[in-house]
């Protein structure tokens, strides 16, 4: 199994920057395709952005096009977001999370993913 370390989070402004990390260790981190999960105050918790396990593939949600982005490194076994253009609707605790399966396409729901992190707070001030 592999676990999963999230760092980064933090207090920002609306329209500024925050670039979440998640450290794996464990299992061959390139085996997992990785996802990163938001939950704010009173939702579900919702895929943000996902990548396959070279990186030549990615989702993203609709309300984050254009302003995440989900990228990987193989070697050095981590997971980070690139957030820009914050809003304060992007206020959530960020989750990020592994996928053991083998697929076709990305795995978007959270009963695909089968190990997860403990979260980081991520608030964007109006």
């Known amino acids: 199994q592999v676990q999963l370390v999230e760092s980064g989070g933090g207090l920002v402004q609306a329209g500024g920057s925050l670039r979440l990390s998640c450290a794996a260790s464990g299992r061959t981190f390139s085996i997992y395709a990785m996802g990163w999960f938001r939950q704010g105050p009173g939702k579900e918790r919702e895929l943000v952005a996902a990548?396959?396990?070279?990186?030549?593939?990615?989702y993203y949600t609709d309300s984050v096009k254009g302003r995440f982005t989900i990228y990987r490194d193989n070697v050095k076994n981590t997971l980070s977001l690139q957030m820009s253009s914050l809003k304060p609707d992007d206020t959530a605790v960020y989750y990020c999370?592994?996928?053991?399966?083998?697929?076709?396409?990305?795995?978007?729901?959270?009963?695909?993913?089968?190990?997860w992190g403990q979260g980081t707070q991520v608030t964007v001030s109006s």
């Open positions: 990548v396959t396990r070279t990186g030549g593939s990615t």
């Open positions: 999370a592994a996928d053991q399966d083998f697929r076709v396409h990305v795995a978007t729901t959270i009963a695909e993913y089968d190990y």
